[in-house]
């Protein structure tokens, strides 16, 4: 089974920025629509940004225009560029698979995710 393992995460003030990134143990990044997930206290989990194979993105609405999502092939990560944070993004965040195009569930188990806090 292919781990997962996000990271980046950490405390930041409203406005700020922070930078995630996820590795796998396995070679999926090639294989795979890859999608960013949050979670906050009390809540469900929610999708926040996909990419394809090809390099299409999806967003969800309340991330459009302050969250970038990218593959390195490089360093064989995806990651999630998040400018002007708000309290409302604090959560627990995940990477995953899609069994779809830009769509789809999540097809790994889910790592241990990495926490992002805003507050001043």
């Known amino acids: 089974q292919v781990q997962l393992v996000e990271s980046g995460g950490g405390l930041v003030q409203p406005g700020g920025s922070l930078r995630l990134s996820c590795a796998a143990s396995?070679?999926?990044?090639?294989?795979?629509?890859m999608g960013w997930f949050r979670q906050p206290p009390g809540k469900q989990r929610e999708m926040v940004a996909l990419?394809?194979?090809?390099?299409?993105?999806k967003y969800t609405d309340n991330v459009k225009g302050r969250f970038t999502i990218s593959s390195d092939n490089a360093e064989n990560t995806v990651n999630l560029q998040m400018t002007t944070l708000q309290p409302e993004d604090a959560a627990a965040y995940y990477c995953?698979?899609?069994?779809?195009?830009?769509?789809?569930?999540?097809?790994?188990?889910w790592g241990q995710g990495t926490q992002v806090t805003v507050s001043s």
């Open positions: 995953n698979a899609l069994s779809g195009r830009l769509s789809g569930a999540a097809i790994l188990s």
């Open positions: 990419i394809s194979l090809g390099g299409n993105t």
């Open positions: 396995g070679d999926i990044f090639s294989r795979y629509t």
